[in-house]
């Protein structure tokens, strides 16, 4: 079994803005993020990762890390004044 650093600290505060975004052409369908994610924001639907619960995620970024196929990307969000 793999196992992936998940990071901790100061750099969880850092992320927190961040979310998720899954390029299902890319996905193979694997369910690492599926298993791994520690609130299931995930799910597979129709043989690809799916994100279901955003709202829940707090950027511990171990979806990222757990995809062979690079399908999962981050992006931090800003608020209106561009923070």
């Known amino acids: ?23 299902t052409d ?7 993020c599926v298993n791994l994610c520690p ?3 995930y799910l597979l639907e129709d043989k690809k990762s799916k994100l279901v619960k955003d709202y829940y995620c707090w950027g511990c970024l171990s979806c990222f890390y757990a995809c062979p196929s690079q399908c999962i990307d981050i992006y931090q969000e800003y608020d209106n004044e561009g923070n």
Request: net charge negative.
């Open 39 to 41: 609130n299931e924001c």
């Open 26 to 32: 890319k996905c193979i369908g694997c369910g690492e």
């Open 1 to 23: 079994m793999k196992s992936y650093k998940i990071p901790d600290g100061d750099l969880l505060d850092a992320i927190e803005t961040f979310v998720s975004v899954v390029d």
